[in-house]
């Protein structure tokens, strides 16, 4: 093997033009791979298509899939990089047992399953079924997603299981349904081009839905104008028509505000309003007050910013609004979401070719495995949990009396707070990290350290599965098959292109397996993925997410197909409220009044400044899997507190140094970037570290009342220099690249 330093010429000397650089460090010959598999990216939601290099059952490398419509060929410097997981030299090959006081020795899967159903037996026998939780994530595929939502209710027959959308989807889920009765992306992407006007509130594209970036300059190269909503100058900002740096928190006064000017200059559709929602009369009333000045105290801008907003997409025949997590990880996420979605209800304009809107979903089937029950009040088809025909439906399709499905459980923070309580004892969890990801770190850690018994399923050893007691060895994306939605709501196949490792297991069967050593074999008797599609099919039939028309062949036919789609003669549905058919009952857009309200911890005296937290363009969430990929290491090795000179002046911190970013709740000690593209009274953290580097060290266990997302974006905190970490970089992995 050859090193990285080697010269290209070197390399092709010795081993000819197939060279790919390989995880255990340096670089090796490949030859011709001997297939290449279209597939999609296995990170987020855009779910690019992308053909993976196959060589010798293993992924070597990747070629670009021109033909997919959604990315044509296009890729982000994640994507690029995902196919040097398989063979990494972290994955975990066997199950593994935790010793007290000595780490963990490798166990055999027979004793490791059989002692996951033991213990669940145990404290479920001992406390009650609800004693033993599950959490899931929504990297699953809907197969996976399903199987886990039908595992905690017929298998374990726990109430409480919940996954990591909580962190992420749910805020603009809840104000789609209660808007327009249905929770998905309105359009396809391809209407964006053909917008006349943008509004992006709380998204980062550039950096985290990077296909997206390419629709939104499409637009441009239209004549599309377009707005940007958010407390830093993010790379999109720099490019657009109006950029508002709201603070945070503060977006509802730029919505009501707009929707006040709009009302005042006549650009409300009356015809509209009239014939297809009900309610609008409250709204108007709720934003009578919200004056542009009104609405610019509250935003921290400048009254001529919302005017001027107003001004672009109050008048204009087409428009577009993209939404993501800066508007949504509020403890009034859900309200922030109602207020944007006001401003196409008054306009009129959804349901028509370039005239719609989209919450951009995250992870990977951030979309599609919010739809398969494995929400705490959901069951398959977007279903209610609590509504009795849904229940008996399912429990049709389960083969199970209605009356043995459980009702709703506990979210993912309250289920915490359960553990934390001693209240659940056991835990199964499987795609999800929450010592890194879920917020005010210290709670999670000790609520983790209270559980009787704690399993996990990942193909890395992530910080949670340090505190397991057993921990599975789980599949990727690419060695198992499957499908998931894509933030268009576009249903797509995921192929299998090589065998799970020796020594790991498709997830589905080791979930199948403990189904049965639960005694419930029957029910969870599946030869394939595929034949845990099929039932989701039936299960979803009839439902919100209706899937019953989707095969995979159909699927590879038409390079996916859009839910709902209810028969096999349906050609999927694209766009929604086509002819302002909305998903009530009623059949009409119910827009709520929004009331703005403080956050749960404002900046005071005492903590003058506001954290905000999200991503970077090179990590993925809690970065179990890009902190392990030598490229994405070297592109962004480690967090940073960004901030502007005039903060940094004010605390005498210059660009480089360090700050210990400190809130209530716990601190963290991190460089500064000095910058001007954030407002003075806001410091950005990212947070895909853990350990010291966590902003979720320092944020705030507050939720929304109706979606239960947790406040990631605003807690308040100081800023001082601190001196340099001895052990600055020492929690990062080996650079997988091998820069000997
Ligand atoms: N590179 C990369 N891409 C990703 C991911 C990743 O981890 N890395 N994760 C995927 C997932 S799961 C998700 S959820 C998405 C998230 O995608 P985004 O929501 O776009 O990303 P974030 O960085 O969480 O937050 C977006 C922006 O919100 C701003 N913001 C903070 N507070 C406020 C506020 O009060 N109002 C407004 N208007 N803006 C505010 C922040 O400055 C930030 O620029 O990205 C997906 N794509
Ligand atoms: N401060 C702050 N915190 C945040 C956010 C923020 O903006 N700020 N964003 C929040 C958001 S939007 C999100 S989505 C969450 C994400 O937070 P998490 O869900 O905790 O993040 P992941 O990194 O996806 O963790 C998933 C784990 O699952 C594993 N995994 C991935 N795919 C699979 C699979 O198919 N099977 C199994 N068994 N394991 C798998 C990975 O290796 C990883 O260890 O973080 C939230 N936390
Ligand atoms: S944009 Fe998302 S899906 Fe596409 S390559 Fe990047 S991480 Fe993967
Ligand atoms: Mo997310």
């Known amino acids: 093997m050859a090193k990285l330093s080697d010269s290209i010429e070197n390399l092709f000397a010795r081993f000819g033009p197939h060279v790919e650089q390989v995880p255990a460090g340096g670089w090796a010959p490949i030859g011709e791979a001997d297939k290449l598999v279209k597939t999609h990216c296995c990170f987020c939601g855009q779910q690019c298509g992308i053909q993976l290099k196959v060589k010798d059952n293993r992924v070597v490398g990747f070629e670009p899939w021109e033909e997919f419509p959604f990315n044509q060929g296009k890729l982000c410097p994640k994507g690029v990089k995902r196919y040097m997981q398989n063979a990494h030299p972290d994955r975990l090959l066997s199950p593994l047992e935790r010793v007290d006081g000595a780490g963990f020795r490798d166990l055999a899967w027979e004793p490791a399953l059989a002692r996951i159903a033991a213990e669940m037996k145990r404290i479920q026998g001992a406390n009650g079924n609800d004693a033993f939780a599950v959490l899931t994530g929504a990297s699953l595929t809907n197969e996976k997603a399903y199987l886990m939502g039908k595992f905690a209710r017929v298998a374990l027959r726990t109430a409480n299981i919940d996954y990591n959308g909580r962190l992420c989807m749910v805020s603009a889920g809840a104000a789609s349904k209660k808007v327009f009765g249905i929770d998905r992306a309105a359009n396809p992407w391809s209407d964006i081009p053909k917008a006349e006007v943008l509004l992006i ?91 542009p000045e009104y609405g610019a105290k509250i935003a921290g801008v400048p009254a001529s910013l919302i005017v001027k907003a107003a001004e672009l997409w109050g008048p204009a025949k087409t428009s577009f609004l993209l939404h993501a997590r800066g508007i949504e990880h509020h403890s009034k996420g859900v309200d922030n979401c109602l207020a944007a979605l006001n401003l196409v209800v008054g306009s009129g304009r959804i349901g028509r070719e370039g005239c719609g809107y989209a919450m951009i979903t995250g992870q990977g089937n951030g979309q599609g495995a919010r739809e398969q029950g494995q929400k705490c009040d959901q069951l398959p088809g977007a279903r209610d949990i609590e509504n009795p025909e849904h229940r008996r439906y399912i429990a049709d399709v389960w083969k199970v009396p209605e009356e043995s499905i459980p009702h709703k459980g506990l979210s993912a923070i309250p289920l915490v707070e359960a553990i934390h309580a001693g209240r659940i004892k056991g835990l199964l969890l499987l795609c999800f990290n929450p010592l890194v990801s879920l917020p005010d770190q210290n709670f999670v850690r000790e609520a983790l350290e209270k559980l009787e018994f704690f399993a996990v399923i990942d193909f890395f050893l992530s910080e949670t599965a340090q505190h397991a007691d057993i921990v599975l060895p789980g599949s990727l994306m690419e060695e198992d098959e499957g499908t998931t939605t894509n933030v268009e709501g576009r249903v797509i196949h995921h192929k299998k292109a090589v065998d799970p490792p020796a020594g790991t297991r498709e997830e589905w069967k080791i979930i199948c397996d403990l189904a049965a050593r639960l005694g419930q074999g029957d029910k969870f008797a599946y030869a394939s993925t595929k034949e845990i599609f099929d039932e989701l099919r039936v299960a979803s039939k009839g439902g919100i997410s209706d899937y019953y028309g989707i095969t995979w062949e159909r699927i590879d036919e038409q390079m996916g197909i859009f839910w709902p789609c209810p028969s096999l003669d349906h050609p999927g549905t694209p766009r929604l409220y086509e002819g302002a058919k909305f998903g009530h009952a009623d059949g009409k857009a119910h827009p709520q009044p929004v009331e703005w309200r403080p956050a749960a911890e404002e900046a005071d005296a005492e903590y003058p400044i506001i954290l905000t937290t999200g991503r970077t363009v090179a990590h993925y969430l809690s970065g179990t899997q890009t902190r392990r990929i030598g490229a994405l290491v070297g592109q962004t090795p480690e967090p940073w507190c960004e901030m502007h000179p005039r903060l940094a002046g004010k605390l005498g911190v210059a660009d480089g140094d360090f700050v210990r970013v400190e809130s209530r709740r716990g601190w963290l000690t991190v460089p500064a970037r000095v910058l001007t593209t954030i407002r003075p009274d806001t410091v950005f953290v990212p947070y895909h570290w853990p350990f010291d580097r966590a902003a979720n060290r320092a944020t705030i266990r507050a939720i929304d009342p109706v979606s239960n997302i947790p406040e990631f974006k605003i807690c308040a905190v100081r800023v001082t220099k601190a001196p340099r970490p001895d052990d600055a970089l020492a929690h990062l992995p080996p650079q997988a690249g091998g820069l000997s």
């Open 201 to 291: 509130a709380g998204a980062n594209i550039a950096e985290c839905a990077p296909i997206t970036t390419d629709y939104v300059w499409r637009a441009r190269e239209n004549g599309a104008r377009i707005i940007v909503l958010d407390p830093r100058m993010t790379p999109i900002a720099r490019t657009v028509d109006l950029f508002i740096p709201v603070k945070p928190g503060g977006d509802i006064g730029v919505f009501n505000g707009m929707l006040h000017v709009m009302i005042k200059r006549g650009w409300i559709d009356r015809a509209f309003i009239a014939a297809h929602t009900t309610g609008w009369e409250a709204v108007e009333k709720a934003v009578e007050k919200y004056t």
